[in-house]
């Protein structure tokens, strides 16, 4: 009688075999590769919108502050360093804006962990890479901004931005 116990004790405590248990694994790993996938995929579209809310709000804040304070502003695109400067003063005599929000003397920079795989791709603003704002806060000449997949084009007479 002990030993049909046993038996059935051992028989109804058996867990899963090698083959269930390989099985299981490799549906985790491929479930898990799809959501990493997705996730990068995902990470790289928020990080583009971050780029552009950014830029298109440092936009407004200088124009708002070329016609506040009536004077020349600049923003200075560098596609090199995934960056741009703002600056005050007409041509001849800039200086960075050191105090501007969310930058280190006027330097914001786009190469950082979130934004990692952002790429200012050209600015163009009449041939130059700089958007100026004239003391009346209407820029000097429209253009765009292209980064990785989309455009934001800045109206020559308004200063108002768009992104395709």
């Known amino acids: 009688m002990d030993k049909i116990k046993r038996k059935i004790l051992l028989t109804t405590l058996s867990g899963f075999s090698l083959m269930e248990l390989i099985l299981i694994i490799i549906i985790l790993g491929i479930f898990a590769t799809m959501a990493m996938t997705r996730t990068r995929l995902g990470l790289s579209n928020i990080g583009e919108q971050i780029a552009i809310d950014q830029i298109t709000s440092d936009i407004d804040l200088v124009r708002a502050m070329a016609f506040g ?17 703002i600056f005050k003063g007409p041509d001849g005599s800039r200086a960075a804006i050191a105090d501007y929000p969310n930058s280190q003397n006027g330097l914001i920079s786009l190469d950082n962990s979130a934004m990692r795989d952002v790429d200012i791709q050209s600015a163009n603003f009449g041939g130059s890479t700089e ?3 004239l003391p009346l806060g209407e820029p000097k000449s429209g253009g765009t901004i292209v ?11 308004t200063g108002k931005w768009i992104v395709n």
């Open 69 to 85: 304070k009536h004077d020349t502003l600049t923003i200075v695109f560098s596609t090199a360093q995934e960056s741009y400067t």
């Open 131 to 133: 958007l100026q704002f």
């Open 147 to 157: 980064l990785n997949s989309k455009t934001i084009s800045v109206e020559s007479v």
